[in-house]
Structure formats: C-alpha cells, structure tokens
C-alpha cells in the first residue's frame, strides 16, 4: 500500500513561501492514473483541497489559490512538494498530501471528502506569524 509523509518547517512567516515535501512509499509517483495531491484544514473549518500533480507530472491547482501555488516533483526521490507563496495568517493549517487512483472531477477537488483519496499523510501543522 502506498504511504505518504509530509516535511516542512512549522512556522512561516507573513508574506514568505511555504514549502513542504511528500515522500511517497510503497508505489511510484509515476504508477498511471494516480493523482498525487495536497490538501489543507484550517482550523475549525473543512477540508481545502490545493492542487495536484498527476502521473505524467501534469498539475492542476485550486482558482482561489493558482495565483500563489506550485506543485513540482522528483521522481529520483519519490517525493512532491508544495510551495504557496505570499502567505498570510489565513494560511495556517494542517497540511496533507493525499493520493488518489482513477478519475478526478471538478466537483470531488471542490468539495474534497477523507474518503476521495485512497491514501493519506498524517498532515503537519504549519502557522503563519511573525
């Protein structure tokens, strides 16, 4: 089975980039037709889905976050990352990468359920504060 674990620093200041990396065990980034994703929970709200990088290293991002959003790869290491740029206190959040096998719609990325994705990281806590 595929596991996933996500890395970071925990505290990110105002108006820097947060970064994050998902190393991916048990299976191949590359394995066809799995979505590689990162999700996010704010406190006391739902799940947030991000964006994703798919099996041919093609991504796709969530409109209200596109603008300040990168998704790359490496498939040496067996690891995506994250970097969402111009941060601010409305960023903090538990972050999540999070697998999926087979088809992906526009209405499971915008209303994302735990269930949607095969597989999940344990999440880090990231804060943005100066």
């Known amino acids: 089975q595929v596991q996933l674990q996500e890395s970071g620093p925990g505290l990110v200041k105002p108006s820097q980039t947060l970064s994050l990396t998902c190393t991916v065990s048990?299976?191949?980034?590359?394995?066809?037709?799995?979505?590689w994703s990162w999700i996010r929970q704010p406190p006391g709200k739902g799940l947030e889905w991000i964006g994703y990088?798919?099996?041919?290293?093609?991504?796709y991002y969530s409109p209200s976050l596109k603008s300040r959003t990168s998704i790359s790869r490496d498939t040496s290491k067996n690891q995506f990352t994250l970097q969402l740029s111009s941060v601010t206190p409305e960023d903090t959040a538990m972050y999540y990468c999070?697998?999926?096998?087979?088809?992906?719609?526009?209405?499971?990325?915008?209303?994302?359920?735990?269930?949607?994705?095969?597989?999940w990281g344990q999440g880090t806590q990231v804060t943005v504060s100066s």
């Open positions: 999070a697998s999926r096998v087979g088809v992906v719609t526009l209405a499971l990325l915008t209303t994302p359920r735990r269930t949607d994705f095969g597989s």
């Open positions: 990088i798919d099996y041919s290293g093609s991504t």
């Open positions: 048990g299976g191949s980034i590359t394995r066809n037709y799995y979505y």
